[in-house]
């Protein structure tokens, strides 16, 4: 593997301050044992979260965004996955933590909203009921408080007769409805972390624009760190402060949002960012994708995971590309990339791609 | 009707009813949703009609409804000029070879138990049509042309990733080179840089092989990029239709406009630096009881009281752009910031509902000078076709 491996802690790349984060991941890889041989689903990662702030953690399917967050979040089971490395929260350590201690920690500390509202909710109960179990699983508080304190929030985030829906079944309910709710149940007991996995792509744009502010006003009330899983680059332009792009199990590039937006250096960023059709530019005759399929996890290329569909790796003298998997470098103070490629040419692609874009047909 | 046109496609007033029934050991017919209600449409030969609108406006069955896959309560749809609607199953067999459907999940679209090689072959044994040089040679070339590697003939859809079976089904969908496809959300399910591989792929064979698309999707962005013209649909109703630059640069509806003003831009700065944001809080009305007059007055921040009473009619208010609202307004008078509070089926005699509206001149009093540049972004950001290029009334300056 990388540096990052032999010197776990010099070799962590920290966004913003690196005073003392709050969450920090380090070196962390996550194994499946599958009949195909051994998945690693991700590979190393390394990143930190300051106190209140949003990270957003991109990437198509198969390249470990989830399976990060699952693990940060204690939901991989140990009994069918290999788990390595340190997560951080707030000066404890949860990978090596017992199962029980980790348990409390979850709903209270670290709370994680879902793609599906009916994966957190379950239909035979009302869903005043299953808030109401979330606040006493943790807090010793009596059942009448708990319910006010339900109602509360049911109304915080929006629920219209909160007083009656209290007492409605999940199914009841739309499914932007569900989502507040589930929302709603995750912020409860005030977490410290909340770990939001594309949360509004079930959604229409109208509901998920609803649904984005309330994250962002809870946020600014309570203060709360938010970990942001999307494959959608217009959500995290919207509320992320930093950005890591995974491919293959690896973070491939780590900065802070505007950056990254201004000038991506690792090419397949590049290529996210042309290939989705954008309203707020020039109409192009084609989309530019970028060529070929995401990789199979278990037969990942030997050199940089993105060779195969990369259009700048023979400008890499040698075969470094093929062979070599890149490390992830600071080119600029916090900005990392994995890539090959020397950064003022990676810094003139950008440009480059950008002008096209910029100047675009029709 | 009086279309005697050459549309592939010309629909007129399709209503697609769904009855209620009630509970009990006799259940009876005691509603009904109305899915799709009253809606018109045409397509050309290799034109793009975009059908937009959230979950529960109807565009799926309004699809599907044409394609007679859901039988239509009412209405008219004329495929290549001929009525189908009164059509038995086996005399629509002819039909669908001009018009053919690619679907939404390519997991489920794709008998997991046939080989590529034998859904693609489908269409032609099932039309008993032999294309020149035989059934097999026609299934490689169309596995080429779709970007499949015909060595993949014998393989299972499961060894597949999701884009190449959206390939396997766009290679069903044009075996016997339709005139009509009606794509349903084609690209949602995909990764984004499969997406657009897809995209350029229908806009390329469109323009090869002249197929008019009825193209529904949720994703504004995408239907931009191929659409010719789009219609907005709500709750069953096409709220506005119009050709692309129109209804991208020049909306007339408060419904289309809040979609807009809904959709994520990737770039940071100009997020910031949005003119106008419409919110909508809540959610669509039951579409077994909508509300009276305009379906959308639960939810607009420009409803009034005539609204709750009088149906607005689809109505042309510029060439080719259809509106279908009692207050249209443009995007130079959109306020900062709108904020709506949806009625629900709770306060049934209010007739609109709570909008807290921001004007421009109270943002800019707010943030002076803030204002002001981002009316510049939001036009760069409208930019688009030749609407942009005149100006237009975008950059007239407001007081």
Not at chain 1, 233 to 261: C, H, K, Q
Not at chain 2, 306 to 318: F, G, I
Request: aromatic fraction near 4%; charge should be negative; include cysteine.
């Amino acid at each position: 593997m990388t540096a990052t491996s032999e010197e776990p802690l010099s070799g962590m790349p920290i966004v913003g301050s690196a005073d003392r984060p709050f969450l920090s991941v380090n070196d962390l890889h996550v194994t499946f044992p599958t009949e195909d041989g051994l998945v690693q689903a991700v590979d190393g990662v390394s990143l930190s979260v300051e106190r209140g702030k949003t990270l957003a953690i991109v990437g198509e399917s198969g390249s470990g965004k989830s399976v990060t967050a699952q693990a940060i979040m204690g939901l991989v089971n140990r009994k069918s996955a290999t788990v390595t490395g340190e997560i951080w929260l707030d000066g404890q350590e949860l990978i090596n933590l017992p199962q029980r201690e980790v348990q409390e920690l979850m709903g209270m500390e670290i709370a994680m909203i879902f793609q599906d509202p009916m994966s957190s909710l379950h239909p035979f109960y009302r869903i005043g009921d299953q808030i109401v179990e979330a606040i006493r699983a943790h807090r010793s508080i009596g059942k009448a408080a708990a319910r006010r304190e339900t109602l509360e929030m049911l109304q915080h985030v929006g629920i219209p007769a909160a007083e009656r829906r209290i007492d409605a079944y999940p199914h009841q309910l739309s499914g932007g409805m569900r989502q507040r709710v589930m929302i709603a149940m995750a912020l409860i007991n005030s977490p410290q972390l909340l770990i939001a996995d594309e949360p509004t792509t079930a959604l229409d744009v109208t509901v998920q624009a609803q649904i984005l502010e309330l994250i962002a006003r809870l946020q600014g009330e309570f203060g709360t760190t938010v970990i942001l899983i999307t494959h959608d680059l217009g959500i995290v332009a919207d509320v992320a402060d930093d950005v890591a792009v995974m491919y293959g199990g690896r973070i491939v590039e780590l900065a802070s949002t505007t950056t990254l937006y201004d000038l991506p250096e690792m090419p397949y960023t590049l290529g996210l960012l042309s290939s989705v059709p954008r309203m707020d530019q020039k109409l192009p005759e084609r989309l530019d994708p970028i060529r070929g399929n995401p990789p199979s996890p278990i037969r990942l290329p030997k050199g940089c995971v993105f060779q195969p569909r990369c259009d700048y790796w023979q400008r890499v003298p040698g075969e470094a590309c093929l062979t070599v998997r890149p490390d992830l470098l600071e080119s600029d103070p916090d900005h990392w990339v994995r890539c090959h490629l020397k950064v003022e040419e990676r810094k003139q692609i950008a440009r480059d791609v950008k002008q096209i874009l910029a100047g675009g047909g029709e | 009707m009086t279309n005697q046109t050459s549309d592939v496609l010309d629909v007129t007033d399709l209503r697609t009813y769904f009855p209620v029934r009630s509970r009990g050991l006799i259940p009876r017919t005691i509603g009904a949703v109305k899915a799709v209600d009253g809606v018109s449409l045409s397509l050309d030969a290799g034109e793009t009609l975009g059908l937009v609108g959230e979950s529960g406006s109807g565009k799926t069955t309004a699809a599907r409804s044409i394609l007679m896959l859901v039988r239509p309560t009412g209405g008219s749809v004329k495929i290549d000029g001929e009525e189908i609607t009164d059509l038995s199953a086996r005399k629509l067999m002819p039909i669908r070879r001009k018009a053919q459907m690619i679907f939404q999940d390519p997991y489920n679209a794709l008998n997991p138990r046939h080989t590529v090689g034998a859904i693609i072959t489908a269409p032609f044994k099932v039309q008993k049509v032999v294309p020149p040089g035989g059934v097999k040679k026609g299934v490689l070339e169309l596995m080429e042309r779709v970007g499949l590697n015909p060595e993949h003939y014998n393989r299972y859809p499961n060894e597949f990733s999701g884009g190449q079976r959206q390939r396997i089904g766009i290679a069903r969908a044009i075996a016997l080179r339709p005139k009509l496809i009606v794509c349903d959300e084609p690209v949602s399910a995909l990764d984004v840089s499969i997406q657009a591989q897809i995209l350029n792929l229908l806009r390329d064979l469109q323009k090869e092989f002249g197929i008019a698309y009825l193209f529904v999707a949720h994703d504004l962005a995408v239907v931009r990029q191929i659409s010719h013209r789009v219609a907005v649909m709500y709750l069953g109703k096409i709220m506005e239709t119009a050709p692309r630059e129109l209804i991208y640069s020049r909306p007339l509806h408060p419904y289309t406009h809040s979609l807009l003003s809904a959709v994520p831009v990737p770039d940071p700065k100009r997020q910031a630096h949005r003119k106008s944001r419409i919110v909508l809080h809540g959610d669509l009305p039951s579409p077994i009881d909508p509300p009276s007059g305009c379906v959308f007055r639960t939810r607009c921040f420009q409803a009034q009281e005539r609204c709750a009473v009088e149906v607005p009619p689809l109505v042309e208010l510029a060439p080719g752009h259809h509106v279908a609202c009692h207050f249209p307004i443009a995007v130079e008078d959109l306020p900062a910031r709108a904020e709506v509070q949806a009625l629900t089926a709770d306060d049934p005699q209010e007739a609109t509902p709570d909008v807290q509206i921001v004007s421009r001149e109270e943002a800019a009093d707010g943030a002076a000078g803030a204002a002001g540049k981002g009316r510049g972004a939001q036009e760069e950001a409208l930019d688009e076709g030749g609407a942009a290029e005149e100006g237009v009334s975008l950059n007239k300056p407001r007081a």
